[in-house]
C-alpha cells in the first residue's frame, strides 16, 4: 500500500491541487446561481483574463504590485460584467440573462484573441511558488502544496463571512427571496454586486495559482477549467458552497487517478491520459443519475 | 423601547397629524387597473384597516406605499414629504414597515436572524429591541435557535410582526396577519395589533376578517375593484348594512 501510495504520488497530489483550483472558480458559479439563478457562463473567461492581466502587469511591475493589482481588476471586472449585462436584465426572462451571459464569455474571449494576437502569452514563473520541492521523493512545485490549504482556507473564510457577517445575512436572504429582502431595507443590487465581486475575487486567487502549474494563457484557456467547475458546482448541488468545493476536489481528483491509469490500475495503455476528461464526465454523470440534485443539493427550489 | 411620547390624542382632535396621505393613487399590472384612483390618510398614532373582497387592491395598495410596485399616477405623502416611487430600503429608512401577506418569513435563517435582519439598516444597538420581540412574543424566545422554516403558522406570523418591530417603525403595514390562523392565535395577534398600538406605533392593517379587524380599528375603508367605496369609524361600519352583508356575512 505505502509502496502504491509512493509511485503514484504525484497524481494524487497534482488531483487535490488542480481540485482546489477547481473548487475556487466553481464558488463564483454556485454563488451567482444562489443568488440570481444565473449560470454565469463568463466566469471561466473572466478567470482567463485574470491569467491575462498578470502577464501584462507583471512584464512592467514587480510582483509585490502586479499580483494584488490583478485581484482589483478581476474583481472589478465581475462588477462591470454584473453592472452592465445582467443588471439591466433584473426582470427579464432568465433565459435572456443566460444568452448576455453567453455574449459576455465571447465578448471577453475576442478581446483576449485581440490583445494576443492568438499567441499564447507565457506565464510569469512566480518566486516561491513556481519553485521545486521534493515531497517523498515525487517532484512538485510549491504551488501544488498550497493550493489545497489556501483553498481550505479561504473557504472557511467565506463560509464566516456569509455565516456570521451583516452582508452574509444579506446575502442568505436576498438568494431566497428578493421582495422580502427589499422590505428589510436591503438594497438587493449592492448585494449581488458584492455577490459577483467575491466569486470574481477567488478566480483571480485561482489564475494565480492554475497558470503557474501551466505556464501560458490563451484566449481559450479559460474555457475548460471553467467546464469543469461548473461541472463542479453542479456535482456538488448548485447553489451549495460546501457542494462546489467538495465536487471539484472529486473532479480534479478522479481526472487524475485517471490520467495515472497505467500505473495506477495497472493497466497499460496510452488513452489514460487523452480520455480522462471523457471519463471524468462520464462518472460524474453516472453520480447524477443516482443523486440527480447534487452531493448537497436541495429539491428543486425555484423562485417564486 | 421608546417611541414618541407626545400627545397624539390631543393632536387628533385638532386635525393636525395626517402621518399619511395617499392622494389618487392609481396602480397597473401590465393592462390591468389593480388600484384606481384612491384617496385616504391615516393619522397618527391610530388603527386603520382597510377590508375588501379577494383582488380588491388591498396587497397592491400597501406594496405600493412600500414601494415593491410603482404607481401609475397619484401621490404618497409621509410626514410631509413626497415618497412617492421612492425605492423600499428608503421608505423602510423613513419608518413605514410592511409585514407581508403569507408572512414570508426566511426559512433557512434563524428565529434570531430573522429579527436582526427586520433591522438591517440600523446602525445603533438592537439588543434591547430583540427583548422587546422576545417579551411580546415569548414563545419566539424559547426557539431562538430554530429555523423560521421549522415554525408554525401561528410562530411565523409573529416572527413576522416582530421582524417588522426590529425597524423601529413609525407605521406598521400589515397584510392580513390572520389568514389561514386558528381562532385562538387570530385573537392572539390582534391583542398583539393593540399592545403595538398603544406603544404608539401607527398601525395599517388589510384584513379578510372584517368583523376582527372593525372592532381594533379607529378608522376603516372598504375597498372594492381597486377603489374606496365607504368610509367611516370601525365602530360604525361594524353596523353599518352594506358592510354586514358583504363582509361580516350577517
Ligand atoms: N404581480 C401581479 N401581476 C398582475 N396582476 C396582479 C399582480 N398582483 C396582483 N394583481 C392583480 O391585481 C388585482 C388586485 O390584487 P391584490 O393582490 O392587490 O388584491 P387583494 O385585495 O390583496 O386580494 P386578496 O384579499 O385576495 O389578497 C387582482 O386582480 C390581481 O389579480
Ligand atoms: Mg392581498
Redesign the pocket.
Known amino acids: 500500500m505505502a509502496d502504491f501510495l509512493h509511485q503514484n504520488l504525484s497524481y494524487f497530489l497534482s488531483g487535490i491541487s488542480v481540485g482546489g483550483q477547481y473548487a475556487l472558480i466553481a464558488i463564483g458559479y454556485t454563488m451567482v446561481y444562489g443568488i440570481l439563478r444565473l449560470i454565469n457562463f463568463a466566469h471561466g473567461d473572466v478567470f482567463m483574463c485574470a491569467g491575462l492581466i498578470m502577464v501584462y502587469l507583471s512584464s512592467s511591475l514587480p510582483f509585490a504590485v502586479s499580483v494584488p493589482l490583478v485581484l482589483i481588476f478581476t474583481v472589478l471586472l465581475g462588477f462591470i460584467i454584473e453592472r452592465v449585462a445582467y443588471r439591466p436584465l433584473r426582470s427579464a426572462p432568465r433565459m435572456s440573462v443566460m444568452i448576455s451571459a453567453i455574449g459576455v464569455s465571447y465578448l471577453l474571449q475576442n478581446a483576449a484573441l485581440y490583445f494576443t494576437g492568438g499567441l499564447a502569452k507565457v506565464y510569469p514563473a512566480l518566486p516561491w511558488l513556481s519553485d521545486s520541492v521534493v515531497i517523498w521523493g515525487a517532484t512538485t512545485r510549491v504551488v501544488t502544496i498550497v493550493t489545497p490549504f489556501l483553498t481550505a482556507a479561504l473557504v472557511v473564510l467565506l463560509t464566516l463571512l456569509i455565516k456570521h457577517t451583516k452582508i452574509g445575512m444579506a446575502m442568505r436572504a436576498v438568494s431566497r427571496d428578493f421582495e422580502t429582502s427589499q422590505l428589510m431595507g436591503i438594497r438587493i443590487n449592492r448585494v449581488i454586486s458584492i455577490t459577483f465581486m467575491i466569486g470574481s475575487l477567488l478566480a483571480a486567487v485561482a489564475s494565480l495559482l492554475y497558470f503557474t502549474n501551466y505556464a501560458s494563457v490563451t484566449p481559450t484557456s479559460g474555457s475548460m477549467p471553467g467546464l469543469k467547475a461548473f461541472v463542479a458546482a453542479v456535482f456538488g448541488g448548485i447553489g451549495s458552497i460546501p457542494g462546489a468545493v467538495i465536487g471539484a476536489f472529486i473532479i480534479g481528483i478522479c481526472e487524475n487517478i485517471i490520467k495515472g491509469g497505467s500505473s495506477i490500475f495497472g493497466i497499460p495503455g496510452s488513452g489514460w491520459t487523452t480520455f480522462s476528461d471523457a471519463f471524468t464526465f462520464a462518472f460524474l454523470i453516472i453520480i447524477l443519475i443516482v443523486k440527480p440534485t447534487g452531493l448537497f443539493g436541495e429539491k428543486a427550489v425555484d423562485k417564486v | 423601547m421608546k417611541f414618541r411620547i407626545i400627545s397624539v390624542s390631543s393632536m387628533r382632535i385638532w386635525g393636525l397629524l395626517k402621518m399619511f396621505e395617499i392622494k389618487g393613487l392609481s ?1 397597473n ?2 393592462g ?1 387597473e ?2 384606481r384612483d384612491i384617496s385616504f390618510s391615516v393619522e397618527e398614532g391610530t388603527i386603520v384597516t382597510l377590508i ?12 405600493t406605499i412600500a414601494g415593491l ?1 410603482k404607481p401609475r399616477t397619484g401621490k404618497i405623502e409621509f410626514m410631509g414629504e413626497d415618497i412617492t416611487g421612492k425605492d423600499p430600503a428608503y421608505i423602510v429608512g423613513k419608518g413605514i414597515t410592511l409585514v407581508p ?1 403569507g408572512r414570508k418569513i426566511f426559512p433557512d435563517l434563524t428565529v434570531l436572524e430573522n429579527l436582526k435582519i427586520g433591522a438591517y439598516l440600523r446602525k445603533d444597538n438592537i439588543e434591547e429591541d430583540i427583548d422587546w420581540v422576545y417579551s411580546l412574543f415569548p414563545r419566539l424566545r424559547e426557539r431562538s435557535w430554530q429555523y423560521g422554516g421549522t415554525l408554525s403558522g401561528g410562530e411565523q406570523q409573529m416572527l413576522a410582526v416582530g421582524r417588522a418591530l426590529m425597524s423601529r417603525p413609525k407605521i406598521m403595514m400589515m ?2 396577519p390572520s389568514l389561514g390562523l386558528a381562532p385562538l392565535v387570530v385573537r392572539d395577534i390582534f391583542s398583539i395589533i393593540r399592545k403595538i398600538s398603544r406603544e404608539g406605533v401607527t398601525i395599517l392593517l ?1 384584513e ?1 376578517n372584517a368583523n376582527m379587524a372593525l372592532q381594533v380599528a379607529d378608522v376603516g375603508y372598504v ?1 372594492e ?2 377603489r374606496i367605496t365607504l368610509t367611516g369609524k370601525g365602530s360604525e361600519l361594524l353596523v353599518n348594512d352594506a358592510v354586514k352583508k358583504a363582509y361580516l356575512g350577517k
Open positions: 396602480v399590472y401590465g390591468i389593480a388600484v375588501g373582497a379577494n383582488g380588491a387592491g388591498k396587497s397592491t395598495t400597501l406594496r410596485v401577506e397584510d392580513e388589510v379578510q375597498m375593484t381597486g
